[in-house]
Nanobody
Framework: VQLVESGGGLMQPGGSLRLSCAAC????????MSWLRQAPGKDLEWVSG????????YYTEPVRGRFTISRDNAKNTLYLQMNLLRPEDTAVYYC?????????????RGQGTQVTVSP
């Protein structure tokens, strides 16, 4: 299993970033997927999950209405569109197999991509 995140960077508050996660080594279209994040000095936090088909999406409350999770099963790729970024969104973002809901198990995680939101 390999999950490779990209798209992170430095952004001013109010800006947007789109994260991507290229997946291989497992049946991507048969897996729920999720995004997690870890801010400096804090625990790993579940951010969002998506069903196998992409028809169902779930978000943690602080990002609801600002972030959009999506997937392209033909490309084995998971996305996270992040709008109206806030300094508190600063974290390393990871994509994960599993983790549809906050309480769901996750099985594999990528190496992460850094997102920094600062003036």
């Amino acid at each position: 299993v390999q999950l490779v995140e990209s798209g992170g960077g430095l952004m001013q508050p109010g800006g947007s970033l789109r994260l991507s996660c290229a997946a291989c080594g497992f049946m991507f279209d048969d897996s729920t997927m999720s995004w997690l994040r870890q801010a400096p000095g804090k625990d790993l936090e579940w951010v969002s999950g998506i069903t196998r088909s992409g028809g169902g999406t779930y978000y943690t409350e602080p990002v609801r209405g600002r972030f959009t999770i999506s997937r392209d099963n033909a490309k084995n790729t998971l996305y996270l569109q992040m709008n109206l970024l806030r300094p508190e969104d600063t974290a390393v973002y990871y994509c994960s197999q599993g983790g549809l809901l906050k309480s769901s198990a996750t099985y594999h995680r990528g190496q992460g991509t850094q997102v920094t939101v600062s003036p």
